[in-house]
């Protein structure tokens, strides 16, 4: 049996941040409250929204809002090995609020944060990530989570212009959507007094051709990826993890399912953990399928502990 709230977003998120910033327990770096998703909510196991509207999640701690009219998302604490948060809406994109359905937990604002979860998503396309403490926005719009293959992934993100949440939203299309459907665990977020460093390999890992022209891509409208050759040119073993930067995507257009985004850089690693002189790796770049084309774009290769 599910409970049905239909409360404004922002008195649950104004709750959600007076019981995190207060009880959050200072001996853990984490300053997520139940951010392992142990503990039910005062609603219960399995919470209903409908829009527009707003209340806490299945999950203690978690708010969520439904802000497409006519919209609902559900979430449901699943126990096991690795507990998780089931999340389901079809409630897309909403131009009034700048926001999709979703859900999240604010936290005292931060100036430096890192960020990271692992998410499993079946059905939709979603964001998450920090959100700005300057203006309540989600700090990055170019990395998303499409379908996995039921696959579990992570996603890391770094950011030094200050945080106070971190929230999980539906995307495209905009209004009511077919359902979308994800799972979110282990959630993490750390403050810090800055980001761990990036170096740049160019002069060392370079794409196999100038320009680094795509060895392959598809243009499938559900799925548009490229791969790219990028090549140790160095006389030097170079030591991972190294992670190849995307930078200049045009207005609109994401990276599906990245490792992480860096100062709003999107990237994905290498699978190897290092890289030996004159060896290659072929990467693929996926992205959000919103339109039947690979996007323009650069990489820059970047080494560094994260």
């Not at 984490?30 to 707003?54: E, I, W």
């Not at 090995?81 to 979703?102: K, Q, S």
Request: charged content about 15%.
């Amino acid at each position: 049996m599910f409970k049905t709230l239909t409360i404004s977003k922002a008195s649950a998120a104004a709750a959600a941040f007076v019981f995190s910033f207060a009880f959050a327990d200072v001996a853990r770096a984490n300053v997520l409250v139940n951010g392992d998703f142990t503990k039910v909510g005062p609603n219960g196991s399995l919470v209903c929204v409908t829009g527009s509207g707003a209340g806490w999640s299945a999950g203690a701690n978690w708010a969520q809002w439904a802000v497409v009219p006519g919209s609902y998302i559900c979430t449901e604490m699943e126990p096991g090995f690795i507990p998780r948060l089931h999340v389901w809406t079809n409630g897309g994109d909403w131009p009034p609020t700048h926001m999709g359905n979703g859900f999240g937990q604010s936290f005292g604002p931060l100036t430096c944060a890192t960020a990271s979860y692992w998410y499993n998503v079946t059905a939709g396309q979603i964001i998450g990530n920090l959100v700005r403490s300057d203006n309540g926005a989600l700090i990055s719009l170019n990395a998303v989570l499409k379908p996995t293959n039921n696959a579990w992934k992570q996603f890391k993100s770094f950011w030094n212009q200050g945080a106070e949440a971190l929230y999980f939203e539906t995307l495209t299309p905009v209004g009511i959507i077919p359902r979308a459907d994800y799972r979110i665990a282990v959630t993490d977020v750390e403050p810090c007094r800055i980001v761990p460093p990036a170096k740049d390999l160019s002069n060392y890992i370079t794409c196999a051709q100038p320009g680094c022209p795509p060895i392959s891509l598809s243009t499938d409208p559900e799925d548009p990826w490229e791969t790219i050759r990028v090549t140790n040119t160095s006389n030097l073993t170079i030591e991972g993890p190294i992670h190849v930067f995307i930078d200049g995507l045009p207005s609109g257009r994401a990276v599906a399912n990245p490792d992480g985004s860096y100062l709003d850089r999107p990237y994905v690693n290498l699978v190897s953990p290092s890289l030996e002189p004159g060896r290659s790796e072929n990467v693929t770049i996926h992205f959000d399928g919103s339109a039947s084309s690979v996007p323009s774009f650069r990489v820059q290769i970047n080494g560094g502990d994260f």
